[in-house]
């Protein structure tokens, strides 16, 4: 069974920094697709960011130069560095992860079927 268990959220002031963490088990990293994504109140859920199996990053243009995802096969960990933080970002952020894909053709726009619990990050200004 996959599970997603994601921590490091919190709250900062604006410009401040957080690490997210997302420790996956049941299955193999490095043949799904993982990614970040976030909802806050009253808005619809958005992808954030997702890694391809040789470390390229792609993120979701709000975010870029502030965010960096990154990840640990040999953990089965995936991280987002969260720089620059801004009232914005304030949301709660899941991991998520597709069934088994082509690992460097991972995208935001594709079907991620396990989901953890989510871990808020708030910002203030």
């Known amino acids: 069974q996959v599970q997603l268990v994601e921590s490091g959220g919190g709250s900062v002031q604006s410009g401040g920094s957080l690490r997210l963490s997302c420790a996956a088990s049941?299955?193999?990293?490095?043949?799904?697709?993982m990614g970040w994504f976030r909802q806050a109140p009253g808005k619809e859920r958005e992808g954030v960011a997702t890694?391809?199996?040789?470390?390229?990053?792609i993120y979701a243009d709000s975010v870029k130069g502030r965010f960096t995802i990154s990840q640990d096969n040999a953990k089965n960990t995936l991280y987002l560095q969260m720089n620059d933080l801004k009232p914005e970002d304030t949301a709660m952020y899941y991991c998520?992860?597709?069934?088994?894909?082509?690992?460097?053709?991972?995208?935001?726009?594709?079907?991620?079927?396990?989901w953890g619990q989510g871990t808020q990050v708030t910002v203030s200004s």
């Open positions: 998520a992860a597709t069934g088994p894909y082509y690992p460097w053709r991972c995208s935001l726009e594709l079907t991620y079927s396990y």
């Open positions: 049941g299955y193999t990293h490095s043949t799904y697709c």
């Open positions: 890694i391809n199996n040789n470390d390229r990053g």
